[in-house]
């Protein structure tokens, strides 16, 4: 039944016939409290079985819906089954057998027999692309611990320090963005899997070795040797702090905001909010600004609006996810990354962001399972090394919790805790963007897309040109000093739903170890070629 009460006069009714012929009995209670009793005869009548099943299938679909999340199997096995259009089907024309396989519908009974032998062939093929898949990541995982295994340098020669102040380091930033863009295809690309559906063959170490041998001459090669040979293997012990750069907003509506008392901050609020009913860009400006006074759950109340606005818009679910953990709310945030799954399957960012979101709020078993999502599926040529960061993720998690856990599913060639002294991750919410990360060390050393591997070690990821990140930084002994992090936004392909795009940075200290200390921020950038100062860290020797 669709509903008890009547619409428009009429009360409609299906269901399932399990034998050939039925009496349909209604008990019909009346408005003066009388009521009677209606019985209709049913047959089992094969030319209007298609109509009243379609019918049926509507009225269930909308009974499920009332508790989607728990039904969503049921609600897809239907609408696949009576070509309905559901949360969880869409509508699509199929001209060839290989059609049906792929979105596994079932075709009509003449190309059933196909259908079952090309089904079976493409489970087989997709269970040996992951086989393929993993031992492919499995070799790049390894390749990755030869680099942390392997000692570096601490020392510069004299003939090869450069002493450069913040202010310079960020102008010869912008006097380089021209040259370095230059040689992006010849240099990048080379290092970059092709963007197709399987996965690339790993190229990181001897590319990694190319570019650390450009950065050095004779002397400085000597004193590499030496250190793999023992003779600078012990670094002094070193603490680390990290210094944000706190982003503001530079609208009106913001500074008023930021200038207003405690007290009368949401008042202000209020009176702005009708002005931009719109505007992603005021609600994570307001709520930045309650946030930094202290005022956590109008913030958490402010940033909810975000979640109103466009329910099936992945981007703008994302920044509120984000911006939910960076908050210190977890919780909250882990069904709204739910929700981001749900939307985009095919990418591995909606797995890995609800796999930190549930390490935040402390269920880590949860979090290991979802995060190892990310590196046992084959994904698009466009996300390279992600399973190489999500690995590094995952790994730290298992080394930090108290927890017992389970990682019986786990590949144990992937279980190794790679420990940095330094990690700093960029990842953000514009699809067909491409954000640069740039780490330059206390010799003005820069580590970015076109120098991976540093002289002291510091390991750059591959470029993410396409979208969303995250691009890592890594680096296991770092020597005192100051270490400087930008952002380079070079461009994007596509209209930003937040009116710019916004990127979020996580620096952390003693990565991986019970010591491991992080924070985050989260701005935006408006123009291409537009590079910021994220933050730095300053590495200082133990008395």
Same mark, same amino acid.
């Given at each position: 039944m669709a509903s008890p009460y009547p619409e428009q006069g009429r009360i409609s009714i299906a269901g399932m016939l399990t034998e050939r012929a039925a009496t349909l009995r209604l008990r019909i209670e009346h408005p003066n409290g009388k009521t009677s009793v209606v019985e209709v005869p049913l047959k089992?009548?094969?030319?209007?079985?298609?109509?009243?099943?379609?019918?049926?299938?509507?009225?269930? @679909?909308?009974?499920?819906? *009332?508790?989607?999340?728990?039904?969503?199997?049921? @609600?897809r096995r239907l609408g696949r089954t009576y070509g309905l259009v559901t949360r969880e089907t869409s509508l699509i024309v199929l001209d060839r057998i290989e059609d049906y396989v792929r979105y596994e519908i079932v075709p009509p009974a003449?190309?059933?027999?196909?259908?079952? +032998?090309?089904?079976?062939?493409?489970a087989l093929q997709r269970t040996t692309e992951r086989k393929s898949h993993l031992d492919n990541v499995v070799r790049m995982f390894a390749e990755k611990a030869a680099w942390w295994n392997r000692d570096f340098p601490k020392v510069r020669p004299i003939k090869q320090e450069v002493k450069i102040s913040a202010g310079a380091v960020a102008g010869r930033f912008q006097e380089q963005v021209a040259a370095d863009r230059m040689d992006r295809n010849a240099e990048v690309r080379m290092m970059a899997p092709a963007a197709t559906s399987a996965p690339a063959p790993a190229v990181a170490a001897p590319r990694e070795r190319m570019l650390g041998a450009t950065a050095t001459n004779a002397p400085l090669a000597m004193a590499a040797k030496r250190a793999e040979a023992g003779g600078q293997s012990t670094a002094p012990t070193t603490t680390a702090s990290i210094q944000l750069q706190k982003w503001q907003p530079d609208?009106?509506?913001?500074?008023?905001?930021r200038n207003a008392s405690s007290n009368d901050v949401y008042r202000i609020y209020l009176d702005e909010k009708p002005g931009y009913p719109s505007s992603t860009a005021f609600y994570l400006d307001a709520a930045d600004v309650f946030f930094d006074k202290g005022l956590n759950a109008l913030g958490v109340r402010i940033l909810s609006n975000l979640a109103e606005m466009d329910l099936e818009n992945r981007h703008i679910l994302r920044v509120l996810g984000? +911006?939910?953990?960076? *908050?210190?709310?977890?919780?909250?945030? @882990?069904?709204?990354?739910?929700?981001?799954?749900v939307l985009s399957p095919e990418e591995p960012q909606?797995? +890995?962001?609800?796999?930190? *979101?549930?390490?935040?709020?402390?269920?880590?078993?949860?979090?290991?399972?979802t995060l190892y999502e990310v590196v046992t599926r084959p994904w698009h040529g466009r996300f390279p090394e992600i399973e190489l960061i999500t690995l *590094?993720?995952?790994?730290?998690?298992?080394?930090t919790t108290t927890e017992k856990l389970d990682t019986s599913r786990i590949d144990p060639r992937l279980l190794k805790n790679l420990s940095l002294d330094l990690r700093v991750v960029l990842t953000?919410?514009?699809d067909n963007t491409d954000i640069d990360l740039w780490v330059t060390d206390p010799d003005g050393e820069k580590a970015f897309y076109g120098h991976r591997l540093t002289?002291?070690?510091?390991?750059?990821?591959?470029?993410?040109?396409?979208?969303?990140?995250?691009?890592?930084?890594?680096?296991? +002994?770092? %020597?005192?000093? %100051?270490?400087?992090?930008?952002?380079q936004y070079y461009g994007d392909r596509s209209q930003n739903v937040t009116g710019a795009t916004t990127l979020q940075v996580k620096l952390s200290t003693k990565f991986g170890t019970v010591d491991q200390q992080e924070q985050i921020v989260t701005m935006r950038l408006k123009g291409r070629q537009e590079t910021v100062f994220v933050g730095e860290f300053e590495v200082k020797e133990k008395p």
């Open positions: 089992n009548q094969q030319a209007s079985g298609s109509v009243a099943a379609a019918l049926w299938a509507r009225m269930r @679909i909308a009974e499920l819906e *009332a508790a989607f999340e728990f039904n969503r199997a049921e @609600i003449e190309l059933r027999a196909d259908y079952q +032998r090309l089904l079976a062939s493409t609208s009106p509506y913001a500074a008023r905001l984000y +911006r939910l953990v960076q *908050a210190g709310q977890a919780k909250l945030a @882990i069904p709204v990354f739910k929700k981001v799954l909606s797995y +890995r962001d609800l796999g930190l *979101a549930y390490a935040a709020d402390k269920q880590s078993q949860l979090a290991i399972n *590094a993720d995952l790994n730290s998690i298992l080394a953000w919410d514009a002289v002291q070690g510091g390991r750059m990821s591959l470029d993410f040109t396409g979208g969303y990140g995250p691009e890592e930084f890594s680096l296991k +002994r770092a %020597k005192p000093g %100051k270490y400087t992090v930008h952002a």
